[in-house]
């Protein structure tokens, strides 16, 4: 496109240099016009020198100039970017999920404990999924049984009581429990911290006693509860006439507490190394590190997550997009398990109203259900065995459950959790210990929890992090471990990515503006030739040469009469006359001596002109005598 306006430009330009010089001009125009077709730096002279004085000059100087512009336009214009083409053959896309987590009470799943381990410790992402191409998009919600935890910062229901005892003389009298205010050669016998957390739900202290022989400096306290970790069950009483169980577990609360102590009471790091740091501001001193003491409640129980997910490169992301609540009551619900057995199974249930289809909706309030659009979850008690399986067709209530509405597990799995596995794992204590009375404090305690207490620096929001590690673990594996029948996955697409091109089509004003432009410029530069009665020279230099101040006078009409195999007339008036005519001479650049350089007629000598393709690094010969100098006579400017 800018090669072709170009082109039209040009010859107009050196059309319009005809027109120019209807008028008296400089002949240093001559070199302008020809600079302003050749690019915009000649343009750009034009314009400085003339102006608008020739309005279709200067209107071709000025697209020339700006169709510099045009390259970058044009890359604007289109620009490759990524689309997914979708699969319609083969297996689709899909990721684990569950409606029912049914529970074997003479077979606890031996898998669950190194599947929490590991999430405890490193966040897992889903494996158990399938994608062909490596590149899927589940763009649907779905959702799925899950576990969850919350926790908050309870460190201000604690209570601390200080009991002090000072040895000097023989004698015992409380005294102060900082180190800075005993006296020289004092001993500290007793000191004796309670920190209780009052909280009616979890209900946890632990006493801390400390000594220190200050006239030999060493710390004689035997080992000492630093940190705990305790549970009171969330339950719900199910007590009826057929059933003997008075409650099931509805999950567990658990209390966090770090224990107040000596170095609560000093500035040093508890570990050694100097003064605690990020403790010299208000807005910091009052942390668990800094202070040295605090408490937290974390709620961990059975909930609904919902999710989407997009598989890039063979690497599942999955997003949380809702959940219940996760100290949220759940409905219960009892069924004989066969054959109108006295044996009941007792079942959790929750209902996603956000699924549910109208007969539905009509079924849970005659069930005296207060369905409300506003709340997504609604607590629901099960009926019916879940593990009988449903087709698609079932009516209400089973139906619940075959539409995927229904979310629901056997109770006595969250009693077993904690009995078989969270009691042991996450419920604890850490101790600290001076050995051989030493300044250097050593911890003790299980693994997870030495990992929880971190050196002292435990706080509400590692405790947060490790305990919702702990639910996606537990998660990750009631997906994976659901009733087989009540335990569909949900299906994605496929897609592989292609190349495509976008094309943005505001960039395509200016060159599209310019293009106008020059075929406007075009149509009336022919007008204009056409109305000034001028011969279609455009930008030929023969013009010059022919219909310039010396004319014709400078032709030999003998030599050019040697050197052409025709002799037909030509009209010289036209640019195709000139050129045919101007085929029929030869010239060259010589000059006699004592004189300059001219380009003057001379005869055509075939052989030679053969040989001229080195001719440029030759030297300059002598006249040969045969150039006719008399043309060039009595030429008026």
């Known amino acids: 496109m800018k090669a072709s306006m170009l082109l039209i430009l040009a010859s107009g330009i050196g059309q319009l240099q005809w027109s120019w010089f209807l008028y008296p001009r400089p002949l240093k125009d001559v070199v302008r016009y020809r600079e302003a077709a050749q690019g915009p730096l000649g343009s750009l002279s034009w314009l400085y020198r003339h102006h608008i004085r020739q309005p279709l000059t200067a209107m071709a100087a000025v697209i020339i100039i700006t169709a510099v512009a045009v390259d970058p336009f044009i890359q604007q214009l ?6 997914k083409q979708f699969e319609n053959e083969g297996q689709p896309a899909s990721v684990p999920r569950t409606n029912y987590l049914s529970y074997d009470m003479n077979s606890f799943p031996s898998d669950l404990l190194g599947s929490l381990a590991s999430g405890y410790y490193t966040p897992q992402n889903l494996s158990d999924f399938t994608c062909g191409t490596g590149n899927c998009t589940f763009n649907t919600e779905y959702s799925t049984l899950a576990y969850c935890s919350i926790c908050e910062d309870v460190s201000d229901s604690v209570q601390v009581e200080e009991h002090c005892m000072v040895y000097q003389d023989g004698k015992s009298k409380p005294g102060s429990c900082y180190e800075s205010d005993l006296p020289r050669g004092a001993a500290i016998a007793d000191w004796n911290l309670t920190t209780t957390l009052t909280s009616a739900s979890v209900p946890l202290s632990l006493n801390f006693h400390y000594e220190i022989d200050t006239e030999n400096f060493t710390v004689v306290t035997p080992r000492q509860n630093i940190f705990g970790v305790g549970k009171i069950p969330r339950r719900l009483d199910t007590s009826t006439p057929k059933n ?20 609560s009471l000093t500035p040093y790091d508890p570990n050694g190394g100097g003064n605690r740091t990020g403790c010299d501001n208000a ?16 709620s961990f129980q059975p909930c609904v997550r919902s999710y989407t997910a997009n598989v890039d490169g063979g690497r599942l992301t999955e997003t949380l997009v809702d959940q219940s609540e996760a100290n949220m009551t759940w409905g219960y619900g009892e069924s004989a398990s066969t054959g109108g057995l006295v044996f009941l199974q007792n079942f959790l249930g929750l209902v996603d109203t956000k699924c549910i289809n109208d007969v539905e909706r009509k079924g849970l309030v005659a069930a005296g259900y207060a369905v409300d659009n506003n709340t997504r979850w609604l607590p629901y008690n099960v009926t ?16 619940l459950l075959a539409h995927e509405c229904l979310y629901t597990m056997d109770a006595s799995f969250n009693d077993d959790i904690w009995t078989f596995i969270l009691n042991q794992f996450i419920t604890g204590v850490v101790q600290r210990e001076y ?17 929880l207490f971190n050196s002292a620096h435990v706080n509400e929001t590692s405790i947060s992090d490790a305990m919702s590690k702990l639910a996606d673990a537990m998660t990750l594996w009631i997906r994976t471990h659901g009733y087989a029948s009540h335990s569909q996955r949900a299906v994605g697409l496929e897609y592989h990515y292609a190349i495509c091109v976008k094309v943005n089509w505001d960039w395509v004003a ?4 310019l293009t106008g432009l020059t075929l406007v410029f075009f149509l009336l530069t022919v007008i204009s030739t056409y109305r000034q009665r001028l011969p279609v020279w455009k930008g030929s230099p023969l013009t010059l040469l022919f219909h310039g101040p010396g004319g014709m006078n400078w032709v030999d009409s003998n030599l050019v009469a040697a050197n052409t195999k025709s002799n037909r007339e030509v009209d010289l008036t036209t640019d195709r006359g ?6 029929r001479i030869t010239v060259r650049v010589s000059r006699e001596e004592y004189e300059s350089l001219q380009l003057r007629q001379v005869e055509a000598n075939p052989k030679r ?18 150039e006719q100098n008399s043309a060039y006579s009595g030429i008026e400017q």
């Not at 050995?435 to 990992?451: E, F, H, I, N, R």
């Not at 000139?578 to 085929?583: T, V």
């Open 78 to 83: 289109v620009k490759p970017v990524d689309c």
């Open 244 to 263: 003997t169980i008075n409650s099931i577990s509805l999950g567990n609360d658990m209390g966090l507490i770090l224990a107040k102590s000596d170095v």
């Open 283 to 298: 807005a910091s001193n009052n942390t668990w590190w800094c202070r040295q003491y605090g408490a937290a409640t974390c």
């Open 384 to 399: 019916f065995n879940p593990r009988i399986d449903t087709s698609a067709d079932a009516v209400f209530p089973e139906s």
């Open 435 to 451: 050995p051989d009375g030493s300044l250097q404090p050593t911890y003790l305690g299980p693994t997870q929890l030495l990992s």
């Open 510 to 513: 200016l060159p599209a503006v």
């Open 578 to 583: 000139m050129q045919e005519f101007a085929n």
């Open 609 to 626: 002109m053969r040989k001229t393709w080195g001719s440029w690094l030759l030297k300059p010969t002598k006249s040969d005598g045969r």
